[in-house]
Structures are given as C-alpha cells and as structure tokens.
C-alpha cells in the first residue's frame, strides 16, 4: 500500500485525486490531508477517509475545525506553513499529491523533494516560482517528480522511452477558454461568471480565470521549462478549443508524436499515483468515430497578453515568475470579487514587473528571497489598485 498526503485535499484537483485513490484503495491509503480554510468539506473528508495526519494551513482555524469533528477522529492535527512541510517530509509517506493553490504550495513542495517523496505535481505555483530550487532539491533527494497537469502529463508519456536530447520542441494545447473569439474592446466588460464558464474543462476558479486570461498557459510554458530542461524557444503554445490533443511532441528527425484523451482530469492524476504501472478505471473514454475534427491555431497575444508576460517572465528568470505569479494571483482575486475589470488583469500585472525589474529583482534567489519578493509583488500590486483609484 502506497501512504498518500494530498496538499489541497478541498480544491478541485484535490477532490480528484481523493475520487482515483477511492478506485486504488487496493493499492493506496490516505495517509494525510491538508487545507486552508475549506474547513467543512475538510471535516468530511476526514470523517470519511481516516487519515493519521492532518495540516491546517491556517492556525487560527484549529479550534473550529476540531469542534466540527468532534471525537470522531483522534489522529495528529499540524497548523502553519511549518505544519505542511511537516506533513509533506513525514516519514510515513512516500508519495505527496502538491495540489494547493498559489503560491502557499511551495514550501510543501520543496519539504516532499528534499525529502525523497515522490511527488505528483499539480500546483504551478511551485515550478513557476521557484523552479531551479525545486528541481534541484529533487535532484538531491533523488525524488521523482511526476506531473499532473493534463499538458505536462501528456509531454511526459510522450518521451517515455525517448532520448530527450532529441526533442526539437513542444506543443502545449490550449482551449482559448471562453473568449477564444471574442472582439478586444468587448473584453474590458467581460463579467466573472462569464469568465468563470469554461468550454471544456470544469477546475477551480482561480484556474479558470487563468485559463480566461491565458496566463495559466503561461505558466505551463514556465512548468514545461523546468520539467524537461527545454528553452523557451522550444516550447510553443497552440489554441485547440476541442481540448483533445494535450501536447505535442517533434523530435529532430521531423516525427511528432501526441497524447489524446478526453478533458478528464481523474486520467493524469492516475497516472501520476501509478506510475510505471497503467490501472483499468471507470473514467471518461474517448471515442474516435465521434470525434470530429481538431482544430489549432496560434494563440492571439494581443488579445491574451499574459502569456507574453509569462513568456517574458520566465525568460528573464530570478524572481520575475514569483513576481508576475504573485501579481495575477493578486488581480486574480480582484476580479473575481468584482473590483477590477477583466482587462486590468494584465495591465496591473506587467505593471508590477515593472517596478519590480527597477527596484528589486535578484537573478539568482534563494527561497527566502523568492518568498519576499511574492509578498513585496502583492504589496506592489495593492499601492497600484489604491493610487489608480481601483479599490472599492
């Protein structure tokens, strides 16, 4: 039996993963569970699955969460971002789904690599912000790491057996979300639950604002960077609204190769649990002879700006990804909560690499450094929302 921690057991991803591990029961025990402030849901989830360790990423919600389990559960409680290394490095633990969202998800991440655990990586945030760190703490803990991300996922299977020194690039597959075609000016009045209504896949709201905007692209371009030791040169995004085709690998001699599946996210994850090894499951299936047609095109940069910052991010390194991820994070927020417009997202968020590349950039951090120059970002950001006249 493989021990399990997920980290975001509540998000989307999270409740995924706690559906395949029912599946695997055979093969997989919950071994530990944690979440910020989805204390309800989490509750069930421990009623229901008995895990021995539980980390509240908010300490102050300790008490509230133990008066909702009552004496139904007498395991280990952990609080704090200490809390979810702790979790993360346990000993009893040999695989660590990282699925929380944002930024919060870094240092659990780096705790499970620097520790040995195998990790199936589904928070972007760890890669984009502090990629070099990760990778290397990987490397040293000889940890292997697996992607979960539906694009990155595909990539992966399609080098299985490959030398990868002789990839010539890759292709990340994007949906366009839902305003793959809608005119520029019309964007500025974009609403959340519009944007919140994406085409294929049902995931999170800060993902599918990201996938709105392109910026989740974006920082799957800066993923891919760091997961398979690709410039950025080599690494291309294509719109393909039927979200069939997950990527897209060429080699040198010209063979491409592709990974096909239906817009499940329940697939990678299993895959990820159960690697080297496929498992029969009971999910969505697809079917050529009702297919149709796929389509792909180049991605509209003016209409979807972000993922030129992200590109521009990634290529100036340092801490410019901590910082442009902090930012979206930030405008992310505002406009699901209604303060900014749709089209401000971008603008704030190049707004803020700006200040940042004049008065705080570091080419080479440590995680500290990477860690401060997230919170500066956020409060960069909240100085610009105050003085533009942005805040309610």
Not at 172 to 192: H, I, N, Q, W, Y
Not at 237 to 258: K, N
Not at 346 to 365: D, N, R, Y
Request: proline share 5%; aromatic share 6%; with cysteine.
């Amino acid at each position: 039996m493989r021990k399990l921690v997920i980290i975001g057991s509540t998000g989307s991803i999270g409740r995924q993963t706690l559906e395949v591990a029912e599946h695997l029961r055979e093969k997989i025990v919950i071994y530990g569970l944690a979440a910020h402030s989805s204390l309800e849901l989490l509750a069930e989830q421990v009623k229901k699955y008995r895990p021995a360790v539980v980390a509240l990423a908010d300490p102050g919600k300790r008490q509230a969460f133990l008066s909702l389990l009552g004496d139904t559960w007498q395991g280990r409680l952990l609080t704090g971002a200490e809390g979810l290394e702790e979790l993360a490095a346990d000993p009893e633990v040999e695989m660590v789904v990282s699925a929380a969202v944002g930024a919060a998800g870094i240092r659990p991440t780096l705790a499970a690599v620097k520790a040995g655990k195998a990790v199936a990586l589904a928070n972007k945030e760890a890669l984009v912000a502090a990629g070099e760190l990760i990778m290397a703490g990987a490397a040293k803990g000889n940890a292997p790491l697996l992607p979960v991300d539906s694009e990155h996922s595909a990539v992966f299977q399609c080098l299985m057996g490959e030398d990868r020194s002789a990839v010539k690039k890759i292709y990340l597959t994007a949906s366009g979300g839902p305003f793959r075609e809608t005119r520029l000016p019309d964007l500025a009045k974009v609403t959340p639950e519009e944007a919140l209504a994406h085409p294929t896949w049902r995931m999170g709201k800060k993902i599918t604002i990201d996938s709105a905007t392109l910026m989740n692209k974006g920082l799957e371009v800066i993923e891919a960077h760091w997961l398979f030791s690709l410039d950025y040169d080599r690494i291309h995004v294509v719109i393909h609204p039927q979200s069939i085709v997950h990527a897209v690998v060429e080699m040198v001699d010209g063979f491409c190769t592709a990974q096909l599946g239906p817009a499940d996210m329940r697939l990678p994850i299993q895959f990820a649990l159960t690697y080297p090894e496929r498992r029969e499951n009971p999910f969505s299936r697809l079917d050529l002879v009702t297919l149709g047609r796929l389509d792909f095109s180049p991605p509209d940069l003016e209409r979807f700006p972000c993922l030129a910052l992200a590109y521009a991010a990634g290529r100036r390194g340092g801490t410019m990804p901590a910082v442009m991820n902090a930012a979206n994070e930030e405008a992310v927020t505002a406009f699901l909560e209604g303060r900014i417009g749709f089209s401000a997202i971008p603008a704030l968020v190049e707004k803020v690499m700006e200040i940042h590349e004049k008065e705080g950039f570091v080419s080479s951090p440590d995680l500290e450094t990477i860690l401060d120059a997230d919170n500066r970002a956020r409060e960069v950001f909240s100085s610009l929302f105050q003085r533009q006249g942005l805040a309610r």
